[in-house]
């Protein structure tokens, strides 16, 4: 049947997901099409790996330990087949002068297929994402790193770009 994900496909929905469009808090159920669409998000940043690189088992036992307690994700489905999505997660940090709030959020792995871009989709996850930090957390504030595709989306939802870069260093062990 048209529209039915092949068994074993990229972003395959479990068994009872509904063929329309819809999106739902992601469950363990869902963690399998969570980290390929991860994946996939990946590739579009020039970072592809193989289908059995060790960091997608390792990104399934993160969703599984920590989904429900410290993060929250939500999924689109559309005929079946897993097409976006987006994960929060909140941290502690120590106060400072811009902030007395201990605890921060961020949003990130926010992803949508290429053929269901431009649809809503990335927004409906984030603006569920944002009532769950508003509702469910105690974060004063949500940060991200945005690629120059998601900034108007962001942006249209009250994001605002900071003066301070973001940079990064990695720690090489011996």
Do not use: K
Not at 93 to 117: D, F, I
Not at 138 to 160: F, N, T
Request: with cysteine; hydrophobic share 45%.
């Amino acid at each position: 049947m048209i529209g039915e994900p092949r068994a074993g496909s990229l972003c395959a929905a479990p068994a009872s997901a509904p063929v329309e469009p819809v999106i739902r808090r992601v469950t363990t159920e869902d963690i399998g099409a969570l980290v390929r669409l991860r994946a996939v998000m990946f590739e579009t940043m020039g970072q592809a790996s193989s289908p059995e690189a060790p960091w997608l088992a390792e990104a399934s036992q993160w969703f599984t330990d920590h989904l429900g307690v410290d993060a929250c994700a939500y999924i689109v489905y559309s005929f079946g087949t897993a097409v976006a999505a987006a994960l929060g997660y909140v941290h502690t940090t120590p106060p400072s002068p811009a902030s007395c709030a201990t605890v921060t959020g961020h949003l990130s792995n926010v992803v949508t297929l290429e053929g269901h871009r431009r649809r809503g989709h990335a927004r409906a996850c984030v603006q569920a994402l944002l009532e769950w930090f508003r509702h469910e957390t105690s974060a004063a504030r949500v940060d991200l790193a945005a690629s120059e595709d998601g900034l108007a989306l962001y942006e249209s939802l009250g994001w605002v770009r900071r003066e301070q870069p973001t940079l990064r260093l990695s720690l090489h062990r011996d």
